[in-house]
């Protein structure tokens, strides 16, 4: 068992220490607290939606495949080799799972990918602030495949200083071609090496992903190991509706490593996945000079850098300089009796795709926990002003 701060820079570890004895009390939302210096992250949480498709040809191979049962698995495939980027990748990156920093309202986050599947295009917006939501549209014209969906997240802490973090939201793919959707719901995850001060996250319980077609996959994590005997661990089958004893294929591995499929409940291997072999596609934004006010990076650059710098000082006065820019704006808004207007998104009570898909899998829609169901708005994505007109 790891000694407290065992991973704690030297010069650190008061600050650390005050930090653990303020989360063990701490009743409210743990995204508000303030971390030491070598924990924060200075990236905000409204990019992290560019990690569902760091392999733009995973994302659009399921457009070119007809038989569905096969289509439904390629779906499978591309997520699971998205939970690595989602979920592993800033702790192998940083040493450690770092606090991003806390979107404000209207935050936006713009980039494409380019490569042998043509263009994706990303578009992320903080579409709530409280509760904290970040909406989200990926799409390939070329291909015509769109994903599209919104989340949350729900935070607590227990004695053992495990944070456990529920994902409030969703994410529903569309392929034009068959004009098929899945809709695919968020795995739990917990933080683990808090208390050394390295966190990590582990991934536990299910999340399935359910096809207007009629099939259903579910994938089950397991952070001890009891299924492969391996961390970050996973099995996932797929199946027709309403028939899971009877797979029509079955993933195993780590979601972290390689994984392979099977057919159906047998041992003979169709295909397997190593993320060694399939290196990520850059995302390329704009410069910050280019970029709006409202956009992530430029709007966070003097508290990145200070971060950077382990200078919490400027961190504070910057964070709390936009902070209360963001105060007085909600106050002015107030005052006038109007809502901010979202850039591309739109709330919506329900959405018809998901009140089909979500009785299938037993799924409530907790709109009240994200102050509605948010919809990409592809009328307001045509008539988007500049800067974003291009890059929309």
């Known amino acids: 068992m790891a000694t407290e701060g065992s991973s704690v820079p030297p010069g650190s570890k008061g600050s650390w220490a005050s930090f653990l004895k303020s989360i063990t009390s701490f009743s409210g ?3 508000s607290l303030t971390a ?18 760091e392999h733009p040809s995973l994302f659009v191979a399921p457009a070119k495949e007809k038989d569905p049962a096969k289509r439904a698995l390629a779906v499978l495939t591309w997520f699971i080799s998205t939970l690595k980027q ?39 917006e903080q579409v709530c602030h409280h509760p904290p939501v970040t909406a989200y549209c990926i799409w390939n014209g070329e291909h015509g495949v769109r994903l599209q969906g919104y989340n949350g997240q729900k ?35 917990h933080i683990e090496g808090v208390y050394g001060g390295a966190p990590y996250v582990e991934l536990n319980k299910s999340s399935f992903i359910q096809s207007s077609s009629g099939y259903t996959a579910k994938i089950d994590y397991s952070g001890k190991g009891w299924l492969s005997g391996k961390k970050n661990s996973f099995t ?15 993933i195993d591995g780590q979601w972290t490593g390689s994984f392979s499929t099977k057919e159906g409940k047998s041992k003979n291997v169709i295909a397997s996945y190593d993320p060694a072999k399939h290196p990520l596609t850059k995302l390329v934004v ?26 919490m000082d400027t961190t504070s006065a910057e964070k709390s300089r936009i902070e209360n820019e ?14 901010w207007n979202r850039f591309f998104f739109t709330r919506a009570k329900s959405d018809p795709v998901l009140d089909a898909l ?12 994200t102050d509605g169901v948010w919809l990409w708005d592809a009328e307001k994505a045509k008539n988007s002003k500049p800067p974003f007109k291009n890059r929309s």
């Open 29 to 31: 939302d743990l995204s």
């Open 36 to 53: 030491p210096p070598f924990i924060l992250s200075g990236v905000s949480l409204v990019e992290y939606s560019s990690y569902w498709a």
């Open 86 to 124: 989602q979920y592993s990748s800033r702790n192998e990156h940083l040493g450690s799972e770092k606090k991003p920093l806390n979107p404000f309202l209207g935050e936006l986050f713009l980039g494409r990918w380019q490569d042998e599947a043509g263009t994706t295009q990303l578009v992320s």
């Open 155 to 189: 935070a607590s802490i227990s004695k053992a200083l495990t944070i456990h973090i529920k994902q409030i939201g969703h994410a529903l793919l569309h392929i034009d071609e068959f004009n098929e959707d899945y809709l695919i719901t968020l795995p739990s995850l």
């Open 236 to 250: 996932a089958t797929l199946y027709h509706e309403g028939r899971e004893k009877d797979p029509l294929y079955t």
């Open 286 to 311: 704009a410069s910050i000079e280019e970029q709006d006010e409202m956009e992530s990076r430029r709007a966070w650059q003097k508290v990145a850098h200070a971060i950077s710098k382990g200078d």
């Open 326 to 339: 963001q105060r007085a704006l909600r106050v002015k808004e107030k005052e006038d009796g109007r809502e």
């Open 358 to 369: 979500a009785p299938k899998l037993g799924e409530i829609i907790e709109s009240d926990k």
